[in-house]
């Protein structure tokens, strides 16, 4: 099946290649059907989100990406993959390192613990997305098996013409003439069929559909045949929630998280119709919020804690006996049940050195007015209006120090502030809040 790779924002153009197309990591040529088919179903409505729309550049028609990455497949078979856009860079090497730093999130966010990808070479990162998620699951359930599949006692109902186990004896006196030689009895028989044995089953029977890697697909062959014997989960959520976690099942934990993440397919986007293939699309605001969470919360304090998408007060208090126009920030850090200070994220490229109009001094490294609101906003309602509130973006070559401290009156005021993905930390000029907190 044709694949190609496409960073976030990049144009995808249908097959004649447009006059004066130059194939990058920002421009595409993908066939007729696959460009059709997003077209129609991809471009959103008001019960479903929008991955693509339509962009008129240098009279030619295209469809741009918008910021989710991950990958699609289209019921033609073609598998565009997305890749997050956090430098400017546009080369080979740009992709290995888009890759890294989106499984290194996904890894994070979503607890895949990936033991190999920690001490993994760039040649890890040469293949799709997809292949790499489903090769590093694979590893895990080859380690799992070595270690030993558990089997659990099961219950079972049976008639048989031997008596085994209990006897049920209201059944045995139901049985009709004829049949009254047949025991019907109740036993428990040792087997490896249980909750989490029956969701690895299903996971590795979804990868092998979707995978394209001839090494992928013999791997999950090899360990489908452990796992033959088993029935596959009919009821996924049943299922996780039995998940047992004593400690004989310690090197299953693992496994239950990539389970989650292949079967209920943890992607926040549905596509308007009714087949959207193979689809790995997480929107990069929600996932580099949560990341720089899970960042945060291990380097915070004893004392502090964290709270993602806090949601105790109102932009208006009261109108008609009630409160309205609720305020969520991406990240609250408290003390002592007390709020000391507010984070929220945005998946953005600014420039610290843009100019917020021709001809003045006045800044606005391209950040939103809106987000200004939002912020002032929160920390009058989260702060009281004293303190220091933050608006954290990705850090690239144009934005690798904190700005200026932006002051709204004399009690509050506002922290731009990069973080480096590489290194998982702020990047963070004279004293604030969050060396305050990150340092002790």
């Known amino acids: ?114 033991r190999e990808f920690e001490q993994a070479d760039l040649q890890l990162f040469n293949r799709p997305l997809p292949e790499v998620l489903i090769s590093q699951f694979l590893l895990e359930i080859k380690q799992l098996v070595r270690r030993g599949i558990r089997s659990a006692y099961l219950n079972l109902q049976d008639e048989t013409p031997y008596l085994r186990g209990r006897l049920q004896v209201v059944a045995q006196l139901r049985q009709p003439p004829g049949r009254q030689h047949r025991f019907q009895v109740e036993y428990d028989e040792f087997v490896p069929d249980r909750p989490e044995n029956r969701l690895i089953h299903a996971s590795l029977k979804k990868v092998l559909v979707w995978s394209q890697s001839i090494d992928n697909q013999r791997l999950a062959r090899e360990l489908l045949f452990v796992f033959d014997d088993i029935p596959i989960s009919t009821n996924y959520r049943s299922d996780l929630g039995r998940w047992q976690d004593d400690r004989n099942m310690q090197h299953y934990r693992a496994s239950k998280s990539w389970c989650e993440f292949i079967l209920k397919e943890q992607s926040p986007f549905t596509l308007a119709g009714a087949h959207f293939g193979q689809s790995f699309l997480f929107p990069m605001n929600v996932l580099f919020e949560k990341y720089v969470a899970r960042v945060l919360e291990q380097q915070l304090p004893d004392g502090f ?21 609720q305020l969520s920030p991406d990240i609250l850090i408290t003390r002592e049940g007390k709020p000391v200070t507010v984070l929220d994220c945005k998946w953005k490229m600014i420039d610290q050195n843009k100019s917020h109009a021709e001809g003045t001094d006045e800044k606005s490294y391209g950040i939103s007015q809106g987000d200004i609101y939002q912020l002032f906003a929160y920390g009058q309602k989260y702060l009281g209006g004293k303190g220091c509130v933050y608006l954290i973006y990705p850090s690239h070559r144009l934005f690798s120090t904190a700005l200026q401290t932006f002051h709204f009156d004399e009690k509050l005021s506002l922290r731009v502030i990069p973080f480096d993905l590489d290194r998982d930390c702020f990047i963070h000029g004279d004293d604030s809040a969050i060396e305050m907190l990150i340092s002790r």
Request: include cysteine.
């Open 1 to 114: 099946m044709p694949s190609f790779t496409i960073r976030e924002y990049g144009l995808l153009a249908k097959e004649p290649a447009p006059a004066g197309h130059t194939t990058s990591l920002s421009r595409q040529v993908i066939p007729v059907t696959a460009w059709d088919w997003l077209l129609s179903e991809a471009c959103g409505d008001s019960k479903h989100k929008q991955l693509v729309r339509p962009r008129q550049v240098d009279g030619s028609l295209y469809l741009q990406v918008l910021n989710y990455a991950g990958a699609v497949t289209t019921p033609c078979g073609t598998q565009i993959e997305i890749l997050p856009k956090h430098m400017e860079e546009s080369d080979d090497a740009s992709m290995v390192d888009s890759r890294r730093i989106l499984m290194k999130m996904l890894n994070r966010v979503y607890r895949l613990n990936m």
């Open 305 to 325: 804690k964290l709270k993602e998408q806090a949601a105790s007060q109102y932009l208006i208090d009261t109108h008609c006996d009630k409160k309205l126009f």
